[in-house]
């Protein structure tokens, strides 16, 4: 029942994105190439989020903070640092730089909530 409830979003989404003008001259495989290739690319977000999150929460505190905890921590994490790493002018560069550099952002996204729930 959800594997075509998914196909079933896929097939509205395209048919959605195939109104578009800039889709207008685009034949159906594209249309359908574009809606699979965005939900692969949220699946690998999802996947690398939550190994970013679980590594971090390994480093604080000794153990996972459960796979959703983990994918929120581990994209918060890397927007942080995305975000706050450049006004500092920090640029640990390339793909394994950017894995470091999430994890950063993670454990700090994760000291901050920690911190957040103690004063509370």
Known sequence: MAHRTILGSAFVAA??????????QATGEEVVGGVVGGFLGLLIALVIGAVVGWLASLIVKGSGSGLFADILFGIGGAILAGWV????????????????????????????????????
């Open 15 to 24: 048919l959605a994105l195939s109104a578009l003008p800039a889709h207008a």
């Open 85 to 120: 790493l450049p006004l500092l002018g920090v640029s640990l560069g390339g793909a394994i730089g950017g894995l470091i550099a999430s994890v950063l952002g993670a454990v700090v996204l994760i000291l901050i909530v920690r911190a957040v729930r103690r004063a509370a």
